[in-house]
Structure formats: structure tokens, C-alpha cells
């Protein structure tokens, strides 16, 4: 693999909860006050404004300019055209991230579970829910607002975007043993779900790396497992998908090493 000669490192110690993005934001708490969205016809119109006139022009052009961003596999998702479906991703590109699964999707509507961080940066924060953003709950309140806004975008057809490994390793070229926890949703409403992942190869005169994302799918709940084992064969079956595709990965902007809490013990990944 391709290495930068003046390569920069990152020492971690948690592969679950460690967070390299670069953001200083002070969060909002999303409770029972936080409006997710609704199905007006204004509202729609905001979102038509935000969604197709400015986020998919802009991201466009960043992503073709910087990354020449190319997709594979983009017929598997034919089937699922007006179909809900859910959408896992590797989480590894702090500016793209949030544009990358609406061109994935075909450039459907797209709703993504995020981090509150997400809906808390000035300015932009309170835009974010009319491309998509669904924050994570803070409060029992909020919860139930989460899950009904989730169950309304599910019946009008639009597919959820996860991240499962939660927290942003930037040019990250593996892929973090992340939980079951959100493999949950395709169990409880039957629907497949399928994953994206997004690796950084080699350009022959740039030294910024391409960005080539692989679709897979579908993966279906195995509902002979009970729904403890179901989420975990789910989680499983994405991951193994993922992990094969990170294979691709070819340049290594950002090396991440394994530092011990305790006795500072360092490991190469």
C-alpha cells in the first residue's frame, strides 16, 4: 500500500469510541423538543431548495474535482427504486461522508442517522434535516419522535443511511469492529438492508487519492435466528462485505496505531 513520505499518525487506544474528526462544536441535546421533520408542502419546498438546487450541485463538483469519486455496483440497487431499504457505511471522509450516499442512492431523497454534532454547527446545523439529517436521540421523548419520523420516511419509500462504526477515522483503509446495535431497524421492519464502502486508490498525477465506493447487497434478517442472533448475522454479513471491499484500498494517507491506555504499549495496525 501506498504510503505519503510525510505520512501524519494517529495513535488510538479504542476502535469503538475513539473520534478523530476535526470539529469543535458545541452540541445541541436533541429531547423531545427537537423538530426531526414533516411531509407539509413547505417543508417539502425547503427541502427540494436545500437537497437539489444547492447539496447535490456543490457536492458534485467537490467530489468529482477533489476525489474523482467513482461508484461500483450501482445496479444492485435497481430493484429498490422506490423501495425503503437501509444503507450501512464505513465512516472515514469528514467532508464527504454527507454527500457520498445520496449519489450511492441514486440521488433519491435519503434520510442518515447522524450525530448530533451534525444539526449543531452553526448556520449550516439547522439546514441539515432538509438533506437528510436524523439526529440521534438524547431523551426517552426524543426517541419516540426518532422512531416515528423514521417509521414516515420508511413509508414514503426512502432509504436509511447508517454508519454504523459511529465515529469518524479520517482515511481509515479498514474497517472498525462495529456493533449490532443498529441492525435492529431492517429486523423489525423487514427490510434489506446493503452497504457502501468507500476506499482511497491511487491517481497518477494527484497525490490526493481517488475515492472508489462499492456497493453490496442485499442482506436479509434470517428470521429462523431469534432477533438477538438475527442482528448479530446481520451486522456480520455487512461486515464481512465490508472488509473484503477495504481490500481495494491502496494508499495510506494517515497511519493508525494502537496505543495501550495503561502502559502506553505501541502496536502498528
Not at 499518525?9 to 445541541?28: L, R
Request: hydrophobic share 35%.
Amino acid at each position: 500500500m501506498s504510503k505519503n513520505k510525510e505520512q501524519k499518525v494517529i495513535y488510538y487506544s479504542d476502535e469503538i469510541n475513539d473520534e478523530f474528526s476535526d470539529d469543535s462544536i458545541k452540541t445541541i441535546t436533541i429531547d423531545e423538543n427537537y423538530k426531526y421533520g414533516e411531509d407539509s408542502f413547505w417543508w417539502n419546498v425547503k427541502r427540494f431548495f436545500w437537497y437539489r438546487l444547492i447539496t447535490i450541485p456543490l457536492s458534485w463538483a467537490f467530489l468529482k474535482i477533489k476525489y474523482h469519486h467513482k461508484i461500483v455496483g450501482k445496479e444492485i440497487l435497481k430493484p429498490m427504486k422506490h423501495k425503503p431499504y437501509f444503507m450501512y457505511g464505513n465512516h472515514t471522509n469528514q467532508m464527504g461522508d454527507p454527500f457520498i450516499p445520496g449519489y450511492v442512492c441514486d440521488l433519491v431523497y435519503i434520510y442518515a442517522i447522524v450525530h448530533a454534532n451534525n444539526v449543531s454547527i452553526p448556520f449550516i446545523g439547522k439546514r441539515m434535516k432538509y438533506i437528510g439529517a436524523m439526529p440521534l436521540p438524547a431523551t426517552i421523548g426524543a426517541t419516540k419522535n426518532f422512531m416515528d419520523y423514521m417509521k414516515l420516511r420508511i413509508e414514503g419509500n426512502y432509504p436509511i443511511v447508517i454508519y454504523p462504526e459511529a465515529h469518524i477515522w479520517p482515511y481509515y483503509t479498514k474497517i472498525r469492529p462495529f456493533l449490532d446495535l443498529s441492525f435492529r431497524y431492517p429486523i423489525q421492519y423487514k427490510l434489506p438492508a446493503y452497504c457502501f464502502t468507500n476506499t482511497y486508490q491511487k491517481r497518477r498525477f494527484s497525490k490526493t487519492p481517488k475515492i472508489v465506493t462499492y456497493i453490496d447487497g442485499p442482506f436479509w434478517p434470517d428470521e429462523n435466528l431469534s432477533a438477538k442472533e438475527q442482528k448479530k448475522d446481520l451486522r456480520n454479513k455487512v461486515y464481512n462485505a465490508m472488509v473484503e471491499r477495504s481490500k481495494n484500498n491502496n494508499v495510506e494517507l494517515i497511519k493508525y496505531i494502537y496505543k495501550e491506555k495503561e502502559n502506553n504499549e505501541v502496536k502498528n495496525d
